[in-house]
């Protein structure tokens, strides 16, 4: 059995009038390699006539983003001509890669009609030889991501990438890395065999779990040592899971605000790249 290393709490961080906790970076973790960064919005209700998500035009370079929308919906653009409008239990995969500009705000449904907001975003590193790859876009709605049942049914999710208990990804990625949302009823359990060599992102959106016998709550992130592949997760209460895994890159990791590169060179020329126009025109 794997053992935790360390439960990090998340820390909250509003912006504006949304709702923020952010589990890493903090000052306890700043990073499970490849997995970089989470912040978990929401969950919150938004009155009608309101001004949605605050996520207006903001380049990235040298990672992907990954948008798990647990309710409501986020208004997708991007300056490689992409645009969506993904709704609740919808997934969006964006690969910065050498470079874009990209909106996430609210659809103007959502804006005028208000209601319930909950969403993930997580930003995952891309290796050296991927950095400078062509951006792409992909943006599926509930019903195009394969789902899963575990123990007896008391255990659904939504598979995204890579597979889980032999049932196939929604996205097809550069890079070999396992993510899942699972839902579980009060005192289902499962068990789960990762490989020892892959790191583990175990973060729970609401509930409570006991994993190989220690406790985990809602708005925790459990790191966990690589000396084991078997993992036993008990939900000890209504609960839901943010569950990945993968094999670390083990590359140097410069990050300066939306770049993520292997050098400070690097971000220099992000930068520089950026207000030059090289990642794209924005077009209202």
């Given at each position: 059995?794997?053992?935790?290393?360390?439960?990090?709490?998340?820390?909250?961080?509003?912006?504006?009038?949304?709702?923020?906790?952010?589990?890493?970076?903090?000052?306890?973790?700043?990073?499970?390699d490849?997995?970089?960064?989470?912040?978990?919005?929401?969950?919150?209700?938004?009155?009608?006539?309101?001004?949605?998500?605050?996520?207006?035009?903001?380049?990235?370079?040298?990672?992907?983003?990954?948008?798990?929308?647990?309710?409501?919906?986020?208004?997708?653009?991007?300056?490689?001509?992409?645009?969506?409008?993904?709704?609740?239990?919808?997934?969006?995969w964006?690969?910065?890669?050498?470079g874009?500009?990209?909106?996430?705000?609210?659809?103007?449904?959502?804006?005028?009609?208000?209601?319930?907001?909950?969403?993930?975003?997580?930003?995952?590193?891309?290796p050296?030889?991927?950095?400078?790859?062509?951006?792409?876009?992909?943006?599926?709605?509930?019903?195009?991501?394969?789902?899963?049942?575990?123990?007896?049914?008391?255990?659904?999710g939504?598979?995204?990438?890579?597979?889980?208990?032999?049932?196939?990804?929604?996205?097809?990625?550069?890079?070999?890395?396992?993510?899942?949302?699972?839902?579980?009823e009060?005192?289902?359990?499962?068990?789960?065999?990762?490989p020892?060599?892959?790191?583990?992102?175990?973060?729970?959106?609401?509930?409570?779990?006991?994993?190989?016998?220690?406790?985990?709550?809602?708005?925790?992130?459990?790191?966990?040592?690589?000396?084991?592949?078997?993992?036993?997760?008990?939900?000890?209460?209504?609960?839901?899971?943010?569950?990945?895994?993968?094999?670390?890159?083990?590359?140097p990791?410069?990050?300066?605000?939306?770049?993520?590169?292997?050098?400070?060179e690097?971000?220099?020329?992000?930068?520089?790249?950026?207000?030059?126009?090289?990642?794209?025109?924005?077009?209202?």
């Amino acid at each position: 059995m794997r053992s935790i290393k360390q439960v990090h709490k998340a820390e909250y961080r509003p912006i504006a009038d949304l709702i923020t906790y952010s589990p890493m970076p903090t000052a306890s973790i700043q990073m499970i390699d490849p997995f970089l960064f989470l912040n978990h919005h929401g969950p919150q209700q938004y009155p009608p006539n309101n001004n949605g998500l605050p996520f207006g035009p903001h380049p990235h370079r040298g990672m992907e983003t990954v948008t798990f929308i647990l309710d409501g919906d986020i208004a997708h653009k991007d300056s490689g001509g992409h645009k969506s409008v993904i709704g609740s239990g919808g997934v969006q995969w964006m690969t910065a890669g050498s470079g874009l500009l990209h909106a996430e705000v609210s659809s103007e449904k959502f804006k005028k009609e208000g209601g319930d907001l909950e969403i993930l975003q997580l930003w995952l590193n891309l290796p050296a030889k991927y950095k400078m790859t062509d951006p792409r876009y992909l943006g599926f709605q509930k019903d195009q991501i394969p789902t899963i049942s575990l123990d007896d049914g008391r255990v659904t999710g939504q598979v995204v990438s890579g597979s889980l208990e032999e049932t196939a990804g929604a996205f097809n990625t550069f890079t070999d890395i396992n993510l899942a949302t699972l839902n579980f009823e009060e005192s289902a359990k499962i068990t789960l065999n990762i490989p020892e060599d892959h790191n583990i992102f175990f973060y729970v959106i609401k509930g409570k779990f006991e994993v190989n016998g220690e406790q985990v709550k809602a708005l925790h992130l459990a790191e966990f040592d690589n000396n084991g592949e078997e993992l036993e997760i008990e939900a000890k209460a209504e609960s839901v899971l943010l569950f990945g895994h993968a094999k670390p890159f083990e590359e140097p990791v410069v990050a300066r605000g939306p770049f993520v590169m292997n050098t400070m060179e690097e971000i220099d020329e992000a930068y520089a790249d950026f207000q030059t126009g090289k990642m794209g025109a924005w077009k209202e």
